[in-house]
């Protein structure tokens, strides 16, 4: 007879229940979720070809279109997080030998050429310090330069917080016969965006931040140009899981099985659009911009500096300079143990030079700034 492994005294450490800490997540991202969204998340499942699932997979389309002022059809939410829907993007454009010119200004800028790179694109770049954006006389030389197939700028730069311009951007790329490809990761929910108006071919987010969801059920969005493109590709979209022409099947009037979607985390993002769009894009948007200047008199009455001009800072994240003399990571730590309050490092260059806070959807709240403002005065002091 085979006797099964017991399970040793560390191993029956995880045995019990669950308790997890409640934390305000006022980092880069996650951000907490809505109760209403809790709640949503809480619901039974169904099966991911249910007519009833099927009905809120439309919901979402329609949502996420109201949210990113886009009539695109083929706008979905990825299942995955907000790198896959980033990966998304360059898998379904790029076909090998595709000049494709990115503007790095941070760390995700320079994801996406890594990205770029991978799928064969002749990666072209454009340079900016971290913190600061381009702008459009820039960015027209650059086109005029490279000319490329593809122009991929990071909307809201998550390292930096540093918010990208758009206007005039579209119709640039459009008189090249570029395709504009934009990161809204950190924006949408939060920050103005108009897809449409600026003329963005693709587009791409995450759950978990302005939308105030969990991680994994990742907004995603093609033009009419952009399919064009991809209909008229020389080979297979090299990332089977995120073919767009299989996808769209599935998100499609085809409906014809492409995976297993997860079915508790379209709940909870199809709840969490439908608050955005409850409030009202308009006044969601000014909430942010409210609560994140009442977040900047606080730290700028305790002596802190921001990293981003005010012009270009965005109302969903904010770089905050680490004074001197002070040990940013152990403040952080501090923050996380004593108060329950989470805020990001910097990424790279900016590492250890400045705090990441976040402000976004549940989050963007006084509540949130007057706790974080009262324990990082005390952090800093005692420091």
Known sequence: MTSTISINDSQRLGLEPLNIPHRLLLGPGPSNAHPAVLQAMNTTPVGHLDPAFLNLM??????????????????????????????????????????????????????????????????????????????????SAAVATHKPAILALVHAETSTGARQPLDGVGQLCRQHGTLLLVDTVTSLGGVPIFLDEWGVDLAYSCSQKGLGCSPGASPFTMSGRAMEKLKKRQSKVANWYLDMTLLGKYWGSDRTYHHTAPINLYYGLREALRLVAEEGLASCWQRHQKNVEYLWEGLED???????????????????????????????RQLLIEHNIEIGGGLGELAGKVWRVGLMGFNSRPESVDKLIAALGTMISNN
């Open 58 to 139: 439309d919901e979402i389309q329609s949502l996420l279109r109201y949210a990113w002022q886009t009539e695109n059809p083929h706008t979905i939410a990825v299942s995955g997080t907000g790198t896959a829907a980033m990966e998304a993007t360059l898998a379904n454009s790029v076909e090998p030998g595709d000049v494709v010119l990115i503007g790095v200004a941070g760390y995700f800028g320079n994801r996406l050429v890594d990205m770029a790179g991978r799928y064969g694109a002749d990666v072209r770049t454009m340079t900016k310090p971290w913190g600061q954006v381009f702008n459009l006389e820039e960015i």
């Open 302 to 332: 305790m002596g802190l500096k921001m990293h981003v001009e005010k012009e270009y800072r965005l109302p969903t994240l904010t770089t905050v300079c680490i004074p001197e003399g002070v040990n940013g990571k152990s403040v952080a």
